[in-house]
């Protein structure tokens, strides 16, 4: 009996132990969906402003792997994350071109795959055995993968166009979040801090031209959602 109430005893020890090691450390998958919109500074085509435009958003995913550290109630948080984003900007081709139907429109779509490393801090505005809550705060890059990565023109007289895609993305995040044990929902905006687009070179009937015939200063938000496993 005696045994037993040992091997009990010291069951208990090294389980609590193991406990507050793990809510020293954790790692956790998550996976989600989010929505980016544009937010445009300046919109030209052939030196014609463009002020009457929609922007339209799909909605995109992304999967992460995270490792966080904890002390009371704060905690920071770094992630590797996947992210492929999906959005365009609408816009009736009469504002730039006179000779275009009224019902022509132009597109410019752009699908955009990053590894995206924030550095996060939160803090648990509840935190119990069975469940919490948090609120949290960062910076965060987003690195662009050109093999992964295109943009579309559609409605445009250039024959070719190429943008230069700034290869590293900035933003801030703010996010809230709320677990069930090991489980948890997160929801957070993404604030871009930097344009995406470093320019346009356009080209008409082949021969190269530097006039830089379009001008789309934008920058990303983004709105997103996931659930995930933290360990």
């Known amino acids: 009996m005696k045994r037993f109430l040992l091997f009990l005893l010291s069951t208990l020890l090294l389980t609590s132990a193991f406990a507050q090691s793990e809510r020293v450390v954790n790692v956790g998958v998550k996976a989600g969906f989010s929505s980016a919109t544009y937010n445009v500074l300046a919109l030209r085509v052939n030196g014609k402003e463009i002020r009457d435009f929609t922007t339209k958003s799909e909605v995109s995913s992304y999967y992460t792997l995270f490792l966080r550290l904890n002390k009371g109630r704060h905690y920071l948080q770094t992630e590797a994350s996947y992210d492929i984003n999906h959005y365009s900007v609408v816009f009736p081709t009469q504002q730039w071109y006179e000779l275009a139907k009224s019902t022509d429109r132009t597109v410019i779509g752009t699908n955009l795959t990053s590894i995206g490393v924030p550095l996060l801090y939160?803090?648990?505005?509840?935190?119990?055995?069975?469940?919490?809550?948090?609120?949290?705060?960062?910076?965060?890059?987003?690195?662009?993968?050109?093999?992964?990565?295109?943009?579309?023109?559609?409605?445009?007289?250039?024959?070719?166009?190429?943008?230069h895609i700034s290869p590293v993305l900035l933003s801030t995040v703010l996010g809230y979040g709320i677990n069930i044990k090991n489980l948890f929902f997160d929801f957070s905006f993404q604030i871009g801090l930097n344009q995406v687009s470093n320019g346009f070179i356009t080209h008409h009937d082949q021969i190269k031209n530097d006039a830089n015939d379009i001008t789309f200063q934008r920058r990303r938000n983004d709105i997103c959602f996931s659930a995930g496993f933290i360990f």
Not at 122 to 145: D, Q, V
């Open 122 to 163: 939160g803090y648990h505005t509840r935190k119990e055995n069975f469940y919490g809550m948090s609120f949290y705060i960062g910076p965060k890059i987003n690195f662009i993968l050109p093999a992964l990565s295109s943009n579309s023109y559609e409605n445009f007289t250039q024959e070719t166009i190429v943008e």
